[in-house]
């Protein structure tokens, strides 16, 4: 397997290529053989908690309650692709919360006019 990896973003990225051999197994009992259970357990661990703090991250940007949050953890599985749909308002408010005074009187005065239509 040929393993890239860069420095840096955008036209300053400097992209390292190497033609590293790395050997993973090609099933779960290879992988086991290679590196024993504990090792894939932490690594399955390691990795599922990444997915599923950004999961609890995009549930909870889009305006879901912990208590709906906690519902779609119940049912979640690493690995498994699912869509969050956001509240705009929720979203809306959220980035509110983040604003000066002067960006929310901007904000609310250009609700306001579409509001007045």
């Given amino acids: ?5 860069s420095k840096g973003k955008g036209e300053s ?11 993973f197994g ?4 290879e992988a086991i053989d290679l590196v024993g259970e504990e090792v894939v357990y932490e690594c399955y661990v390691a990795e599922g ?6 999961v609890i991250k995009a549930l909870h940007y ?11 953890m119940d049912t979640w ?3 498994v692709s699912r869509r969050v749909s956001a509240d705009p308002a929720a979203k809306m408010l959220a980035k509110a919360k983040t ?15 579409i509001a007045e239509g």
């Fill in 99 to 113: 604003m000066t005074e002067a960006e929310l009187r901007a904000l609310i005065a250009q609700i306001t006019a």
């Fill in 49 to 54: 908690l990444i997915k599923a703090r950004s």
């Fill in 62 to 72: 889009a305006g879901k309650t912990d208590k709906e949050i906690q519902a779609e």
């Fill in 13 to 23: 990225a400097v992209v390292l290529v190497a033609d590293i051999k790395v050997t």
């Fill in 1 to 5: 397997m040929i393993i890239s990896t």
């Fill in 26 to 29: 090609d099933n779960l009992d």
């Fill in 77 to 79: 599985k690493p690995g």
